[in-house]
């Protein structure tokens, strides 16, 4: 049977969202030092579990030292920092919850309603699928203005969004190509009727 995690995984590493795709060093956190405030808000979120290196007033610090909030960026000390906090993190651009939703509506557009009904010739339309929303998504995320501090500051953002729609549309077309492929081999009476449709990718604020 197929597994989510399997294609959730196969998903990031094409759209090179994995553990270790987006390094963000020596960031000064959102918020006050003043010896009182213990809470902390990072720039990029979700966070990668188990990546977080901390720097608080020049002293490296130990997990247990501090809470991190993974999805929502927000660091909290034990014991507030007086001088300076510096911060080193992965990050991921897609919430695992996010990815999943769009593997399911890559698996309606082959036709399955269930990961366990789905046959192992159509996994990868299905990753193909799901990677046309994430692009989408990213495509729509730059349109309205995100910013990513890493890189040229003379990146025409609108190129970029440019860009990820083309992906899109290649991840989309390929799928469509795999999964009728797979109808034609297995024959028609076997293939479902589609309708093809425009996704729908609604606004996606997981980045600051």
């Known amino acids: 049977m197929t597994n989510l995690i399997d294609l959730r995984n196969r998903v990031r590493v094409g759209i090179d969202d994995t553990s270790i795709s987006h390094l ?39 997990p247990d030292e501090y809470i991190v909030d993974l999805v929502k960026g927000v660091i909290v000390f034990n014991v507030p920092p007086v001088t300076s906090v510096v911060v080193d993190y992965y990050f991921n651009f897609f919430t695992d919850d996010s990815i999943d939703v769009w593997i399911g509506e890559g698996l309606l557009e082959t036709g399955k309603t269930s ?74 009476r076997e293939s479902p009727e589609f309708s093809i449709k425009t996704q729908d990718i609604q606004r996606f604020d997981v980045v600051r």
């Open 24 to 62: 963000i060093r020596n960031e000064i956190p959102e918020g006050i030092i003043d010896g009182e405030n213990k809470r902390f808000l990072l720039k990029y979120y979700p966070i990668v579990e188990g990546s977080v290196y901390v720097i608080v007033d020049g002293v490296p610090l130990t």
């Open 115 to 188: 990961l366990s009904d789905l046959p192992v010739q159509l996994e990868t339309a299905v990753v193909l699928f799901a990677m046309s929303h994430c692009c989408k998504a990213m495509a729509r995320k730059y349109a309205e203005g995100f910013s990513w501090s890493i890189g040229p500051e003379s990146v025409n953002k609108d190129t970029i969004s440019s860009k990820y729609r083309e992906l899109s549309e290649i991840c989309y077309n390929r799928a469509v190509q795999q999964r009728d492929n797979f109808y034609k081999r297995y024959g028609a």
